[in-house]
C-alpha cells in the first residue's frame, strides 16, 4: 500500500491519504487524524519512510511480489496444494485494498486520482493480481458490510 497509494496520496493530497487509510475504520477514525493533518503526514512518511526517492524502490517490491506470487502457483489455482490455503488468504488480502475486488468487505468510498488509477491498472493485466481477484471471487463471498452499502 505504501509503494502503490500511500506515498504519491501524502505528496498530492494528504486528506484524501487520510481518508484511505481510514476506510474501514469508525466513524471518528477519519475526523481524528484529520484534526492532526499538520503533523500526521509527517509522522507518517517518517514512521514508513516515504518518499519520491522510496516510490520506484517500492513499486519494485510490489512487482517482485507480484511475480513470486506466479513462481510459487506454478499455473495452479493455489499457491500451496490443491486447497484454499492462509498462504492464499494472505496474498490476496495483501492485495486486496490496492485491486478493489467487489468483493472487498472495506472498499475505497472516493475514486482513486489518475496517478493511482493508472498504476493500479497496470497491475491489474499481472497473472498474479488476476489471480487474486480470483481468489476474492471464489472464496470471499459476501459480507455483512457488503450486503448493507449501497451499490457503487
Not at 484529520?34 to 517490491?61: A, G, Q
Not at 492464499?88 to 472498499?107: F, K, M, N, S
Amino acid at each position: 500500500m505504501r509503494a502503490a497509494v500511500v506515498t504519491p496520496l501524502f505528496q498530492h493530497d494528504p486528506d484524501f491519504a487520510l481518508r484511505m487509510l481510514t476506510t474501514g475504520m469508525g466513524s471518528k477514525a477519519y475526523p481524528g487524524l484529520r484534526r492532526m493533518l499538520r503533523v500526521f503526514p509527517l509522522y507518517y512518511r517518517l514512521r514508513h519512510k516515504i518518499s519520491e526517492r522510496n516510490l520506484e524502490r517500492d513499486r519494485t517490491i510490489v512487482a517482485a511480489a507480484l511475480a513470486r506470487i506466479e513462481q510459487e502457483r506454478q499455473g495452479r489455482v493455489y499457491l500451496v496444494g490443491e486447497v484454499f490455503s492462509v498462504a492464499d488468504l494472505t496474498a490476496a488480502a495483501l492485495l486486496g485494498p490496492l485491486l478493489q475486488p467487489p468483493e472487498l468487505q472495506h472498499p475505497l468510498q472516493v475514486e482513486l486520482p489518475v496517478y493511482l488509477e493508472d498504476y493500479r491498472t497496470m497491475l491489474l493485466r499481472h497473472p498474479a493480481a488476476q489471480w487474486a481477484a480470483d481468489i476474492y471471487r471464489l472464496h470471499r463471498g459476501q459480507s455483512a458490510e457488503i450486503a448493507k452499502r449501497p451499490a457503487r
